[in-house]
């Protein structure tokens, strides 16, 4: 119990000396001076971590919120500008090709990405005959499909896609990353493969982008 008091007045005595010196440097370091517009609110972690004007072992984190700008910026579909990337898939995994082109096609690569809207851009993916697998996936990884009827399971290996139709194998890895909602549905048809370099989309000028 007394260990717990002492500790909690060195806490006290920390935040108190950060709070001091915040306010000494606050102008230095935010660029702006203080004043009752901004309000400040101080969380005690426990953490080694320099902040930094302040090295302690209870590090001091500071949270600010201006008055004049309280409210959160929701994207509204009517007023989204949507861009054309495209990735080249030879030689890359084809998960991690999936993961980006899943990514730009919800929207979360722009910093007013907003959850219930489709907010997302086109993707055009070339070269996914030239997709690769990592491991043993190209050999022991199975595609299945049923049709409905008793004994209509169906299945083809990663290895049979890739020669028989390249193109679905990155529209099944990047539908399978996607909301599973309108959103998704309506996100997954901004999406263009082709098996080589060639493309129908020179008119709308996409942006080359690594995977």
């Known amino acids: 119990m007394e260990r717990k008091k002492n500790r909690d007045k060195q806490r006290k005595r920390e935040i108190k000396r950060g709070i001091e010196i915040l306010n000494q ?4 370091i935010f660029k702006k001076p203080l004043d009752n517009s901004i309000f400040l609110w101080y969380n005690l972690t426990r ?11 209870h590090a001091v984190s500071i949270t600010i ?29 084809v998960g991690k090709t999936a993961a980006l082109a899943a990514s730009i096609l919800n929207g979360k690569h722009k910093p ?3 959850p219930h809207v489709d907010c997302g851009d086109h993707v055009v993916i070339i070269n996914a005959s030239k997709a690769i697998f990592t491991g043993k996936k190209l050999t022991d990884k199975m595609y299945y499909h049923h049709s409905g009827y008793i004994g209509g399971l169906k299945f083809i290996s990663a290895n049979q896609l890739m020669k028989t139709n390249p193109e679905a194998v990155l529209e099944l890895a990047v539908k399978g990353m996607l909301p599973h ?25 996409p942006t080359l982008i690594e995977a």
């Open 65 to 93: 919120t201006e008055e004049e700008n309280m409210s959160t910026y929701m994207a509204k579909k009517e007023t989204l500008e949507r861009a054309w990337y495209v990735i080249d898939a030879a030689g890359k995994p």
């Open 181 to 205: 909602n309108s959103i998704g549905a309506a996100s997954f048809n901004r999406l263009k493969v082709y098996a080589d370099a060639d493309h129908k989309q020179q008119a709308q000028k």
């Open 25 to 28: 440097n606050f102008e230095k």
């Open 112 to 114: 007013t990405y907003t």
């Open 47 to 57: 953490s080694a971590k320099e902040i930094g004007w302040y090295r302690t072992k």
